[in-house]
């Protein structure tokens, strides 16, 4: 404000004066115009840099530096985003009791307070389900349609409270019935036992509603096996899903690309080993070949053709991004129709807290997603 009020003054001052004087001032004025910028450069290139190496094979070494929480997150996410850090370095906070880490807590307070919805502990086909429904019942437009949720773990927990907090607040803001599978998971049982679940409710679903009328989602390990899933039901001839949601994941393996070493200490508190993402050995896949398109199908276009419409979410702290964002492209390149979603400065499963205003959005894409691409 006072730069452009000066500016209006001195264009006052040099409107009155004669041809001389006005142009001996606008000289004047370029001189020392020209003097700021080159006084400006000269102490922006007196600054030390630090010094970025680089390798003969393009691997970089970087300078400590101090990373702030993104700019472009709600104040909410802000201040959710620095908890969460010091979250992930408390063994307290991240210890699970009854199948919820500690951490998880005031998050899954937040949402029964926030969503009303129904819970039917049950089983299909010996399969242990929880059926979740809005307490004001399935929207109308939603009868004929459910959704099969795959929940986030590992492969070796989190249930239910990664089930809770995936399929409450889709149930309810949606207005869709939500049927979430207590999958087997290791180290007890190895793959495919997992997959197996899967295609158990799924068959019996079938029975009740078209698959085109199916939606299938799941965050991390869920969004991995929904993915393995789509791959299975091929192998066992089973129709697809009329569209599926893989969340903080991709369709196959964790902790590739840039992402295993970019991501960890900004979203999850910790280093990266030395060779990328540091993450506990997943005992669910003990002897199988991470190559199988039963547990890969990332690698097989052929088995990606097959897939349906696709949506992805992740963050740019998530361990997962470049997994996701690589099966976002393979998937485009084998012509399915694949959405992705990409929040800045937010980390793996973010959503899970339904106190910030990006978790709203998400819940509204997921279930508008599903609401456009079900079948009626």
Same mark, same amino acid.
């Given at each position: 404000?006072?730069?452009?009020?000066?500016?209006? &003054? =001195?264009? #006052?001052?040099?409107?009155?004066?004669?041809?001389?004087?006005?142009?001996? %001032? /606008?000289?004047? +004025?370029? @001189?020392?115009?020209?003097?700021?910028?080159?006084?400006?450069?000269?102490?922006?290139?007196?600054?030390?840099?630090?010094?970025?190496?680089?390798?003969?094979?393009?691997?970089?070494?970087?300078?400590?530096?101090?990373?702030?929480?993104?700019?472009?997150?709600?104040?909410?996410?802000?201040?959710?985003?620095?908890?969460?850090?010091?979250?992930?370095?408390?063994?307290?906070?991240?210890?699970?009791?009854?199948?919820?880490?500690?951490?998880?807590?005031?998050?899954?307070?937040?949402?029964?307070?926030?969503?009303?919805?129904?819970?039917?502990?049950?089983?299909?086909?010996?399969?242990?389900? &929880? =059926?979740? #429904?809005?307490?004001?019942?399935?929207?109308?437009?939603?009868?004929?349609? %459910? /959704?099969?949720? +795959?929940? @986030?773990?590992?492969?070796?927990?989190?249930?239910?409270?990664?089930?809770?907090?995936?399929?409450?607040?889709?149930?309810?803001?949606?207005?869709?019935?939500?049927?979430?599978?207590?999958?087997?998971?290791?180290?007890?049982?190895?793959?495919?036992?997992?997959?197996?679940?899967?295609?158990?409710?799924?068959?019996?679903?079938?029975?009740?509603?078209?698959?085109?009328?199916?939606?299938?989602?799941?965050?991390?390990?869920?969004?991995?096996?929904?993915?393995?899933?789509?791959?299975?039901?091929?192998?066992?001839?089973?129709?697809?899903?009329?569209?599926?949601?893989?969340?903080?994941?991709?369709?196959?393996?964790?902790?590739?690309?840039?992402?295993?070493?970019?991501?960890?200490?900004?979203?999850?508190?910790?280093?990266?080993?030395?060779?990328?993402?540091?993450?506990?050995?997943?005992?669910?896949?003990?002897?199988?070949?991470?190559?199988?398109?039963?547990?890969?199908?990332?690698?097989?276009?052929?088995?990606?053709?097959?897939?349906?419409?696709?949506?992805?979410?992740?963050?740019?702290?998530?361990?997962?991004?470049?997994?996701?964002?690589?099966?976002?492209?393979?998937?485009?390149?084998?012509?399915?129709?694949?959405?992705?979603?990409?929040?800045?400065?937010?980390?793996?499963?973010?959503?899970?807290?339904?106190?910030?205003?990006?978790?709203?959005?998400?819940?509204?894409?997921?279930?508008?997603?599903?609401?456009?691409?079900?079948?009626?």
């Amino acid at each position: 404000m006072i730069e452009e009020r000066a500016v209006a &003054v =001195i264009g #006052s001052i040099i409107s009155v004066m004669g041809p001389v004087k006005r142009s001996w %001032v /606008l000289c004047l +004025l370029a @001189g020392a115009s020209a003097s700021w910028q080159a006084s400006a450069q000269a102490a922006s290139a007196s600054r030390p840099t630090p010094a970025v190496s680089v390798a003969a094979d393009g691997a970089v070494t970087i300078p400590s530096e101090t990373v702030p929480v993104s700019s472009l997150l709600s104040p909410e996410a802000k201040a959710y985003v620095a908890q969460h850090l010091k979250d992930m370095q408390d063994p307290s906070a991240t210890y699970a009791e009854k199948g919820i880490p500690r951490f998880m807590l005031p998050y899954l307070t937040q949402q029964k307070a926030m969503f009303a919805v129904e819970q039917q502990d049950t089983k299909i086909e010996g399969v242990h389900v &929880v =059926i979740f #429904s809005p307490k004001q019942g399935v929207a109308a437009e939603n009868a004929k349609r %459910v /959704l099969i949720n +795959l929940h @986030g773990g590992g492969f070796s927990g989190c249930w239910p409270g990664c089930s809770l907090l995936e399929s409450i607040p889709i149930a309810s803001v949606g207005g869709f019935k939500v049927v979430s599978v207590d999958y087997r998971q290791g180290p007890d049982y190895h793959f495919p036992a997992a997959s197996e679940d899967v295609a158990k409710v799924y068959a019996a679903l079938l029975k009740e509603y078209p698959a085109q009328n199916v939606g299938i989602f799941g965050c991390s390990a869920g969004g991995a096996l929904t993915a393995m899933s789509v791959a299975w039901f091929q192998k066992h001839d089973l129709p697809s899903p009329g569209a599926i949601g893989i969340f903080c994941a991709g369709a196959g393996g964790f902790g590739a690309g840039d992402a295993a070493y970019m991501t960890l200490p900004i979203g999850e508190a910790r280093m990266p080993s030395a060779t990328g993402v540091s993450l506990p050995p997943m005992g669910y896949f003990k002897g199988t070949d991470p190559n199988d398109p039963l547990i890969a199908p990332v690698k097989h276009p052929d088995v990606l053709a097959k897939f349906p419409p696709t949506l992805l979410i992740t963050g740019t702290r998530d361990f997962a991004l470049s997994n996701t964002l690589d099966t976002n492209i393979q998937l485009t390149k084998a012509g399915v129709d694949a959405k992705l979603y990409v929040w800045d400065g937010l980390f793996h499963g973010f959503f899970y807290n339904p106190g910030v205003p990006e978790s709203m959005d998400a819940y509204k894409i997921i279930c508008q997603f599903f609401s456009k691409e079900l079948g009626k």
